[in-house]
């Protein structure tokens, strides 16, 4: 099961940190992953970090401002996000791989609920 949290309103420019808590022993195993989807839109590939955490990878639209980063003796995982702008708008999703640090949606299998980032001009 993963829980997601850390979503809100901000402004342009401004900054938050998502976590995505995770139960169960095996959680180090696993890349795990961020999407997100905005209203109308699919959903969109936003990074992916090893089991270990010594690999990451972003989408082209967060590189540079995004950090994925875990914390295996927590069962956590987050994304911290910096530079924010009223195009991040959209509901974050943390997602467990079953396909290695991949960006395709179908490697995914467990997802969380979701979070929602607001961000106003």
């Known amino acids: 099961q993963l829980q997601a949290s850390g979503g809100g309103l901000v402004q342009a420019g401004g900054s938050l940190r998502l976590s995505c808590a995770a139960s169960g022993r095996t959680f180090s195993n696993y890349p795990m992953g961020w999407f997100r989807q905005a209203p109308g839109l699919e959903r969109e590939f936003v990074a992916v970090?090893?089991?270990?955490?010594?690999?990451?990878r972003y989408g082209v639209s967060v590189k540079g401002r995004f950090t994925i980063s875990r914390d295996n003796a927590k069962n956590t995982v987050y994304l911290q996000m910096n530079s924010l702008k009223p195009d991040d708008t959209a509901t974050y999703y943390c997602a467990r791989s079953l396909g290695g640090s991949s960006i395709e949606i179908r490697h995914y299998d467990y997802w969380g609920q979701g979070t929602l980032v607001t961000v106003s001009s």
């Open positions: 970090i090893s089991g270990s955490g010594g690999y990451t």
